[in-house]
Structures are given as C-alpha cells and as structure tokens.
C-alpha cells in the first residue's frame, strides 16, 4: 500500500467520531515515519494493548501476563464495564492499573505498544489489525482471521508488507501432542489417507431464546460495537458472546470452531486447495433469534481425499463418543485427536499398535510464547497470517457453499469462485461508511 492509500484507510478508519481529531494527526504523522518500526530487542520488555477485552481476552490478557517480559500497558473495549474488570485484573495481577481507552485507534496510536491482542468479535479483527501493522505493532488476532476472505487478504497484504510478526490464535498449533500426531500421520504409518472427518458436537451451545430489541446498556458505545456491520438497533441477543451466531458479525460453529479442528486437519495433510465445496444445514431444533446453522455438514473435495466439517450445537448424541475431534481414516487404522489426546485404532492385520496419547496441559502460553518470541527473532510464528488465512478461508467456503446452496468451485490464487456469482460475491462483505476496509 503507497503512502497516500494508507493516509486515506487511516482517514476512513478514523470514522466520524470529531474528538478523535488528535489521535488522527498523531496516526498520520506516524505512517510517514519510522517512530513506531521498532523491533524489539533481546532484553526488551514487550508491551501489550489489548482490544477487546470479554471473555477471550481477558483470558489471553492473562496468558500474556504469565511471561515476565510482557506488561500490558493499555486495555481497550466499547463495553466499561468489561474494561474496567480486565483493567483491575492487570492491576491485581502486576500491581499496576493500564490505561483504559474506549477506541481502538487510541491503542493504535500509542508509542508504547508494541504488541497489539485483537479479540474483539469477529468482524472488528480486519481494521485494528491491518492499522497495527502499518504503524509497525505486531498482532496477536483471535481465531478466525476475520469474517471473509477479503479481510483475510487485506490483513496478509499488510502483515507482509509491513514486516509484521502476526499470530492467529488458534492455539492448538502450539500443542504438543498435537504435533506428536501430526508427525505420525505424516509418517505414512495410517497408509493412504481418503478421508478426513473433523466434528464439534456441542452439548453446552444452548439456543439463546428470542429476546426483544432493547436500549443500548450505560457505558456501551453500540455504534462503536457495531463498526463495519449494518446498522441496526440494539438487541441483548446479538451482543456479548452470542455475536458468533449473526452473519453480519461471524459465521456460526462452522468457523468459530471449525478454524480450530480444520487447522489441525489443513496442517497433518497439508493439500492443495479443495476443488469442490458443497455445505448443508440449518436450524432444525431451534426457533430462537439466532441466523447461523445449529447443523452443519460440509463436504471438501480434496484432489485425494476428502474432508467432512460436522457440527451439532446442544448436541447430546456425540460422534465417537466425543464431543469434538479430528479422525484421519487411512487404509492400514485411523488416528482420533481432540484437544487433550490423541489415539490410533489399528486396522485388521495391519501390524499397526493401538496407541493412546494424553495431554492436559492448556496450549496457549505456548502459543502466546510463540508469538513472543517471533516479535523478538523476526520469524514467522507457527499460525502466521498467511497460514491462519488459508484455514479462515477453507471454513469460510463452507458458508459460502451453504448460503449459495450451490457447490463452491474455488480459484486460490484468484480467491474467486467460478460458476456461482452468489458465493463469489461472499468473498468480500461490504462495510458500513465511514470504515472501509484497504485493498
Ligand atoms: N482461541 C480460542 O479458543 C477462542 C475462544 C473463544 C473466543 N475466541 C475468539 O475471541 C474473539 C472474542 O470472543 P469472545 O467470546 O471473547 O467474545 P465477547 O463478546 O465475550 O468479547 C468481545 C469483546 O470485544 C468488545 N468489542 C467489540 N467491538 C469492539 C471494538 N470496536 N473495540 C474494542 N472492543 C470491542 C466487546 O465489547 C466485548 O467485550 C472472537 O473472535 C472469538 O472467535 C477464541
């Protein structure tokens, strides 16, 4: 991006709000300067402003906090009160209150950060983290990417250009046993692997009722909230946690969860990009205010396998006896993973053992670790936001299939879809005015 196409997304970005008229010459001045492209050294302390501060973010807040060489200096979130706990959290947790600022241009815009946590709803990761990047901040972005595949894009192009350390928050890629069962299945060991089934049967997704629209809670900014989504009037149901079941905001189980069993899926076969995409589902057991699919089941055609996305939310029948998991079926037995485990089931008088992994340990310090690292050797973290692109994408083709009903045929390199005009035009959503996301 030259110069002044980055002047007019800080411009665009800036929206409407008059009082922010400082923040915006303090933002210009830095995208014509070297101020901010600092990397950080080897004794360094990394500081942290975190953007969205609810119940992810507080927990990455803390996970953060776990190293020594990291303090979080600001915290940011439309929502006081949830800035006001995650302030007192730091300050319980380090004896030292961060500041707290309600827009996220004023975390951008500050000489302290270093290190910017995106963990706001889905649709409010594309803008603070490209603008991050273009002052010369490294990103940790919650899971998924974004809310389509055009922000995705426009976030890569940024990262890149501007040098960034960009870590997407799917932690089980920090996990070991994890990896210990990727190396097995990229061993060949299974044989020919045809397919690949990946499933979140939720029991604990339970349907959110039908609440009326309401006046917009004190301390909220709600237009703020809503950022580059349609307008509209304020409803409890659509709010805090519950935003992951509106297209307008996410896209349902199929990316919330399906990011992190798909990852796991991407990484242990690593293909080519699916030829064909096909998604059905709906509500079939719930009448209440939500939009995405409480069922879902997207077939991908790899060009030698295939991949199934399941998912079920209140589900009380769970498949394998396990409320999620990825199994890679291959000729000679299958290996089950899940969060905390993996095992092997031998195949008949395949000479494979039955193998059985356990691992309890929470992987994000890992991941945060990962990233904190990487901010300091200049590499590529483990989900860098090429990779965690890539996987944003597969899971959103899903939807694209589903809301198109019609079979997704997917160019990567042109990230288009070819013969279906109603999925292709998913691959960007619009944005409501003043923001406009840079391309
Ligand atoms: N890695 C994981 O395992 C994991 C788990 C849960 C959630 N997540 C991800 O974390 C993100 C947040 O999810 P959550 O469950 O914490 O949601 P949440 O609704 O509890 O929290 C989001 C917070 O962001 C704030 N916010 C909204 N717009 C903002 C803006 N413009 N500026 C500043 N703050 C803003 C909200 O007020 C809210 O407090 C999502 O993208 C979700 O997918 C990841």
Request: glycine share 8%; hydrophobic share 40%; charged share 25%.
């Amino acid at each position: 991006m030259n110069d002044l196409s980055r002047r007019g997304f800080i411009k665009a970005s800036m929206g409407s709000l008059a009082a922010l008229s400082m923040a915006r010459k303090a933002t210009a001045a830095s995208m014509n300067s070297a101020v901010y492209r600092s990397v950080v050294g080897a004794n360094d302390r990394i500081r942290l402003g975190a953007i969205g501060t609810g119940g992810m973010g507080k927990g990455d807040i803390m996970t953060f906090l776990k190293f020594d060489d990291v303090d979080c200096v600001a915290v940011c979130d439309v929502d006081s009160s949830r800035m006001a706990e995650a302030a007192k959290m730091v300050e319980d947790a380090r004896g030292k209150r961060p500041d707290e600022v309600k827009d996220w241009r004023h975390i951008i815009d500050r000489k302290d950060v270093d290190a910017v946590l995106v963990a706001t709803p889905d649709h409010w990761h594309a803008l603070p983290t490209i603008a991050a990047c273009e002052v010369g901040k490294d990103v940790y972005c919650e899971k998924p990417l974004a809310t389509s595949i055009g922000e995705g894009r426009a976030m890569v192009k940024a990262a890149l250009a501007h040098k960034r350390v960009v870590q997407m928050g799917t932690q089980w890629r920090s996990a070991p046993h994890m990896a210990a069962a990727v190396e097995y299945i990229q061993s060949g060991k299974l044989g020919k692997i045809r397919l690949v089934r990946c499933w979140a049967y939720l029991e604990w997704i339970k349907n959110i009722g039908n609440p009326a629209d309401a006046p917009v809670p004190e301390g909220v900014d709600y237009d703020m909230w809503l950022g580059p989504a349609p307008k509209r009037t304020f409803n409890p149901g659509r709010f805090h946690f519950n935003f992951r079941w509106f297209w307008d905001y996410a896209g349902g189980l199929m990316t919330d969860w399906g990011v992190h069993l798909l990852n796991i899926a991407l990484w242990a076969m690593d293909p080519p990009a699916p030829l064909r995409v096909t998604s059905a589902g709906g509500k079939y057991v719930w009448d209440d205010l939500s939009e995405t699919p409480d069922t879902q089941h997207t077939l991908y055609q790899f060009p030698d396998f295939t991949l199934i996305w399941e998912h079920e939310a209140e589900a009380r029948a769970q498949l394998d006896g396990r409320e999620h998991g990825v199994c890679f079926h291959g000729q000679n037995g299958s290996l089950t993973l899940w969060s905390n485990g993996w095992e092997v089931l031998p195949g008949k008088d395949s000479g494979l053992e039955p193998e059985k992994h356990e691992d309890n340990n929470d992987s994000r310090p890992a991941h945060v670790r990962n990233f904190l690292d990487c901010m300091r050797s200049r590499q590529k973290p483990v989900e860098d936001v090429e990779t965690g692109h890539y996987v944003s994408s597969i899971a959103h083709l899903g939807n694209m299939a589903l809301l198109s009903k019609d079979v997704v045929e997917w160019n990567p390199k042109l990230e288009r879809v070819w013969g279906n005009p109603a999925a292709n035009r998913m691959v960007t959503k619009p944005y409501r005015a003043p923001w406009k996301l840079p391309v």
